[in-house]
């Protein structure tokens, strides 16, 4: 038994050398979802404490994002987060996708799939309140509404 967990001991140590990738991509203003759609301060502050830490390039890694294996799970969390969607570069979505993606928002905040349970551990501010919510959920769906007018009328 002793064995073993020095085995443990000296991996834990070892895999602490092999740290993620916290370089953010430099941000672009000029695609960024809350400045492109005019976003109300009190509705982009809600995003910015709840989504961009997963789903923007302006990640703020947590403190035990430097302790690995644990690192490696936010990293990729992170990863997969702006893969479904990226606040920071919204505008070079197509119309049709940015569509999707305000449907899917409304819907993941609507089943309250969003943020993850997980992510609350360390960030208990981002919990979001039945207000809260309905906030997002009522933007979303205006942004949704003004795409929509904007893509008729481009026809």
Known sequence: MKKIL???????????????????????????????????????????????DCHSNETVYPWYSGISPVSWFVKNHIDEGRKHLNFSTFAVYEPQRQLRKLDECIEMIEKKEMPLESYYVGHQNAKLTDDQRADLVKYFKQVKEDTERRIMFNK
């Open 6 to 52: 020095i085995v443990i001991l000296v991996a834990f140590v070892i895999i602490q050398f092999f740290p993620i990738d916290k370089t953010n991509p430099r941000p672009t203003p000029g695609m960024d979802f809350l400045k492109i759609k005019d976003t109300p301060e009190k509705v982009a502050k809600i995003i910015r404490t709840s989504c961009y």
